[in-house]
């Protein structure tokens, strides 16, 4: 059996029933962590990920909440303080695409995209940080006060065209990370990013599904394999355990060298 690194904490993933945060939320719970998985379609799928972090071993319960509602951000920490006293880690996962052409795309398309993907961040890194400093440094929980790990994208580096609305998202997402990982650094509060290439969730279906797809991929991954789910999970469980301690501040990029620009291994 794997070492309890996040034994006796709290963790809550957003947009947990499927794709990233479903993997992190089973590997917070195998790490020992009681998981709040939310969700916000899907019941049935983020009551499939309680029984098997239940039956690895650990609690978990699932909240269904709108991460860009700031009342219902409001009631899913209320129930989470009231179902377990604290929290110690938030995992800011739930995000979308609503892809169009630039000229195209519609201020719905683009605000949904920046509602959910950046406001939701604020609203539930936001919470996060007042449970935080309301409950303090507890050293025989974790070294840290409070984690806080933000799923950007490689695209918050890469530009990319045809999504135009996703890439400010998870460009925004950089400085959001980065300016609360400055602010609370001193009060011990640990922020950072995960940066996913292409991992085989439902969100890239087309990028994979074909082999084709799966070949043209393949030419902007030096490493030549598409990322799985658990890829991620393990990174989170490394940011949310003491493991990572001096940590804060990072965007770590996991993505089979997308962000190295393949394209130009010949050229330029
Ligand atoms: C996007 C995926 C895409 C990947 C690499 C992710 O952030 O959600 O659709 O495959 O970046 O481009």
Same mark, same amino acid.
């Given at each position: 059996m794997s070492e309890k690194k996040l034994k006796g904490q709290i963790a809550l993933v957003t947009g #947990? $029933?499927?794709?990233i945060g479903k993997a992190i939320a089973i590997a917070l719970g195998e790490a020992g962590a009681a998981v709040v998985?939310?969700?916000? $379609?899907g019941a049935e799928a983020a009551d499939e990920v309680v029984n098997t972090i239940r039956q690895n071993g650990s609690d978990a319960i699932a909240i269904k909440a709108d991460v860009s509602k700031e009342e219902e951000v409001f009631s899913m920490f209320g129930e989470i303080i009231q179902q377990y006293g604290t929290l110690d880690i938030l995992v800011n996962n739930a995000g979308l695409q609503q892809d169009a052409a630039f000229h195209d795309m519609t201020l719905q398309q683009w605000q949904k995209v920046i509602d959910v993907n950046l406001t939701g961040q604020f609203l539930c890194a936001r919470e996060a940080i007042r449970e935080f400093l309301r409950r303090g440094l507890q050293p025989e929980r974790s070294k840290a006060c409070g984690k806080i790990i933000c799923i950007s994208s490689v695209h918050e580096l890469i530009p990319w065209a045809g999504h135009v609305n996703y890439a400010a998202s998870k460009g925004a997402i950089k400085m959001l990370m980065q300016s609360l990982a400055q602010e609370y650094g001193p009060k011990q509060i640990r922020v950072n990013s995960i940066c996913p290439g #292409?991992?085989? *969730?439902?969100?890239?279906r087309e990028a994979w599904e074909t082999r084709e797809a799966y070949q043209s991929l393949m030419s902007l991954i030096p490493y030549n394999r598409i990322g799985e789910p658990d890829d991620v999970g393990k990174l989170a469980v490394f940011l949310a355990s003491?493991? $990572?301690?001096?940590? *804060?501040g990072t965007s770590i990029f996991i993505d089979g060298g997308m962000a190295v620009y393949e394209s130009f291994a010949d050229g330029g």
């Open positions: #947990a $029933s499927s794709g998985v939310n969700y916000y $379609s #292409a991992i085989r *969730t439902p969100i890239n003491d493991d $990572s301690d001096y940590i *804060t």
